[in-house]
């Protein structure tokens, strides 16, 4: 059965950038392929030290035209 995560573990896991397992802080963490959905994109990770599995979600913040 998965863990839950406390909003401060989630807010701690976005501030370093989703580069550690927001579980147990492992920086041995793989990424699969992207789904978009209508609203978000996102990406299955797992942990390779704790064997969690989670969901980053990625939205859409700017745009950048290209050549300005």
Not at 19 to 45: R, T
Request: hydrophobic letters at 30%; charged letters at 30%.
């Amino acid at each position: 059965m998965a863990k839950k995560l406390s909003k401060s573990a989630k807010k701690r896991y976005i501030e370093l950038g989703g580069i550690k397992c927001p579980f147990c802080l492992s920086d041995h963490i793989e990424a699969g392929k992207y789904y978009p959905e209508a609203n978000f994109i996102y990406q299955d990770v797992s942990c390779l030290d704790c064997h969690e599995d989670w969901s980053d979600q990625y939205t859409l913040t700017d745009i950048e035209v290209n050549g300005e």
